[in-house]
């Protein structure tokens, strides 16, 4: 009997527990479970921290590497399981203190909320591409059923929509999967990536097209991304802070991972994955100035930060792909943490829309400071972690010399700052015919605060995670160490 | 209709659709077809089924989907359990709101098809009960046994009004299923020294394969696939009917 704390909990553990999920409704124990759940792999995940420094984890699922299936933890895919369990336990207190709509709270979002997490822990561990495909539709079915959860006339379409737009870039990427053992009769990411240069350029091409639609419509990246406002504005706000703070992260680090992965050399990749980054960011932050709908509004500024993060991660050097990772986790945060806000207002007021909610910084004062809060880390303000993030990326940018990716981050933080801040003007208007009710839901207010105190601690002291993400940007880059730790196994 | 303009007609953006998929079908046959099936050798595939004496399961192919790739089996059974639980949640879910309503309303079948249902429903069965035990010998396993499963139970409750499927009853069954395979799973990564998430930590002579019992853990896991796909495709089935 030997008890190991392997890879494969981060897996196995939210399985059994989705799995077992008609016990702990007879137990009266599903929110502390869904809750907990995401708590201990987060605990497991820090605890794992200093062993995967020195070398990547390889855990071996029956047969060895090139032939199995395997997980490959090393420092990137570590941070990510990190920050999906800290979102999930953020999440989760949300609902558990928050007295939430009884639709977040049954057996049904049980399974899928804990499948989600899980489906995206498994996209980022998983070493075999085939099994990626696996994990890439737990992640997509759960979020389908997550997102009609309301089932109101918008969240029925915003399923809808979801369901089948998701499920043609699932074909895409299939398709790409065939093609790849066609060519190469390997699954395992490793060995593909050692016998990718063998294949005719123009098959390369092709696969590499069809990855990209595919994973650039599951990403958000800018011309598949028409239908993500539909469904984070039909979707309940506490759910789309999970596409927002989860999914999307999941999916570009899985983009990038395939990216760096592949191709023995990023720069033949960088002109494009940077275009369409930089596109992204531009075009969404230029459609949120002119949103009505705070969940619209948020929509669009979640695609311009994927943007963003798209930008610095195209360049792979290693100062902006730290920098960018910094950033997946601090606009994991923000997003949550406004999203959380919008769900609180859409509570009270029934409605998200700007000319509705005039005045609401008087009748929920915490609320819209939080929302302040929030927007000022999007926008990278001093004293929070979003101005370290992006700090980050641009002395990236400058160490390269590369000078039009700052100026167009620059440009799009100023837009940023101009929509933003009108819906904070609109907050604070004082309007007579406000609506006055005062009725505090405390409790909800924790994982808010908490969330906050997050964002001021990394933006003071960012130097307690900073090589963490040097560490993790490394492990991303560093093709070499991928191929030898996975394939030299085998010899 | 002679009134509608043509171009209204003619759906311009339809059929644009139409013609850019069947260009990309045509594309990707064009790419596919050189590939003959023989044009592969070296692969994964081939590699694993040279290994499949160790696993001593007469059924290659099950060695390697229970086994070598049980992980995606895994993740397979739960995208499925996802699914029942998002059919269940938003069609069945009214049942609540307007109880009694859909019951009443089917007319009963006629007494042949009630008779004959009844009639077919335990050959039904054991036939998946025969097909799941059987999946480390011959052609056949979890999922395609858990779904006649499944369609014995289906074919009841369309021709059989006195016939109802306790919810609860099939909820339970699907989790422990999947609880068991998880743990199976687990214990094989326990209770073997050199452990691996779903390793065979049974005895797997090879001298046994090809009789009932052998090939340790598998049969096992693929009766556990079997129910639990049984009892999800059950209970998609289900879902659907009550909400008409």
């Known amino acids: 009997m030997a008890f190991q704390l392997t890879p494969v909990w981060f897996i196995a553990l939210p399985l059994l527990v989705a799995f077992a999920a008609p016990l702990w409704v007879r137990l009266g124990l599903l929110m502390s479970m869904l809750f907990a759940t995401p708590l201990v792999l987060f605990g497991l995940a820090v605890s794992l921290f200093p062993a995967v420094g020195d070398a990547p984890l390889l855990e071996t699922i029956v047969i060895a590497p090139p032939l199995g299936i395997h997980l490959h933890l090393d420092s990137a895919s570590l941070l990510m399981v990190a920050l999906f369990n800290l979102a999930g336990v953020l999440f989760a207190s949300f609902l558990w203190l928050g007295d939430t709509e009884p639709h977040l709270r049954g057996r049904g979002p049980f399974v899928l909320i804990l499948l989600l997490i899980t489906g995206c822990t498994g996209l980022v561990l998983t070493g075999d591409l085939f099994n990626l495909y696996v994990f890439l539709e737990i992640a997509g079915v759960s979020a389908y059923a997550l997102s009609a959860l309301r089932r109101d006339k918008t969240a029925l379409e915003a399923g809808l929509k979801y369901l089948i737009i998701g499920s043609v870039a699932a074909i895409f990427i299939l398709l790409a999967i065939v093609l790849l053992y066609l060519e190469t009769g390997q699954l395992n990411l490793a060995a593909l990536a050692r016998d990718f240069g063998d294949i005719p350029a123009a098959m390369q091409g092709l696969i590499g097209l069809l990855l990209l639609v595919g994973l650039g419509v599951k990403a958000e990246l800018f011309p598949f991304n028409v239908w993500v406002p539909d469904i984070y504005r039909g979707s309940d706000p506490a759910v789309t802070s999970l596409f927002s703070g989860i999914l999307v992260k999941a999916f570009l680090f899985v983009l990038f991972h395939l990216v760096f992965l592949l191709l023995a050399d990023p720069a033949v990749a960088r002109a494009w994955l940077m275009a369409l980054g930089a596109l992204t960011m531009l075009v969404a932050e230029l459609v949120a100035l002119r949103q009505q709908d705070m969940r619209r509004m948020l929509a669009y500024s979640s695609l311009g930060q994927v943007g963003l993060i798209t930008l610095a991660l195209g360049f792979a050097s290693e100062a902006t792909t730290a920098g960018a990772l910094f950033h997946m986790v601090n606009h994991t945060l923000v997003k949550m943490l406004l999203f959380f806000v919008a769900a609180l207002m859409l509570r009270r007021f029934l409605s998200l829309r700007l000319a509705d909610l005039r005045g609401v910084g008087h009748a929920m004062p915490v609320a819209t400071a939080l929302f302040v809060l929030g927007s000022l880390a999007v926008l990278g303000l001093p004293p929070l972690s979003g101005f370290v993030s992006k700090l980050c990326i641009l002395k990236g940018f400058a160490e390269a010399q590369a000078f039009w990716p700052i100026a167009l981050i620059l440009l799009a933080a100023l837009i940023e700052a101009g929509y933003y801040f009108r819906w904070i003007k609109v907050f604070y208007d004082s309007d007579p015919a406000a609506p006055q009710c005062r009725s505090d839901d405390g409790p909800a207010y924790l994982p808010l605060v908490l969330i906050a105190g997050l964002l001021l601690l990394l933006g003071v002291a960012p130097f307690l995670i900073e090589d963490w993400f040097v560490q993790a940007a490394r492990a991303l880059l560093g093709r070499g160490t991928i191929l030898e730790s996975v394939l030299g196994v085998q010899s | ?244």
């Open chain 2, 1 to 244: 209709m002679s009134q509608v303009p043509l171009r209204k007609r003619v759906r311009v953006k339809t059929l644009l659709l139409v013609l850019l998929c069947g260009w990309l079908l045509a594309l990707f046959l064009t790419i596919l077809l050189p590939h003959g099936l023989d044009g592969l050798s070296g692969t994964v595939g081939d590699a694993l089924l040279e290994r499949n004496a160790e696993t001593a399961s007469a059924n290659a192919v099950t060695s390697v989907v229970v086994s070598y790739r049980g992980f995606d089996t895994l993740g397979e059974v739960t995208v499925l359990f996802l699914a029942a639980t998002g059919v269940g949640m938003l069609f069945g879910g009214r049942r609540q709101e307007e109880t009694g309503a859909s019951v009443a309303r089917r007319a009963a079948p006629n007494e042949m098809m009630v008779t004959g249902a009844r009639l077919l429903f335990p050959v039904l069965l054991l036939l998946g009960v025969y097909i799941i035990a059987h999946g480390h010998l011959s052609p056949g396993g979890g999922f395609q046994g858990g779904v006649i499963i499944a369609t014995a139970f289906f074919l009841r409750l369309l021709a059989d009004p006195d016939f109802v499927l306790d919810h609860a009853r099939v909820g339970l069954l699907e989790s422990l299923s999947g609880s068991g395979f998880v743990l199976l799973g687990l214990l094989g990564l326990v209770l073997l020294s050199t452990g691996t998430f779903l390793g065979n930590f049974l005895p797997h002579p090879v001298e046994a394969m090809g009789r009932l019992v052998s090939a340790g853990v598998i049969p096992l896991i693929y009766v556990l696939v079997g129910v639990k796909v049984g009892a999800e495709v059950g209970a998609i089935f289900q879902d659907m009917l009550e909400q008409e």
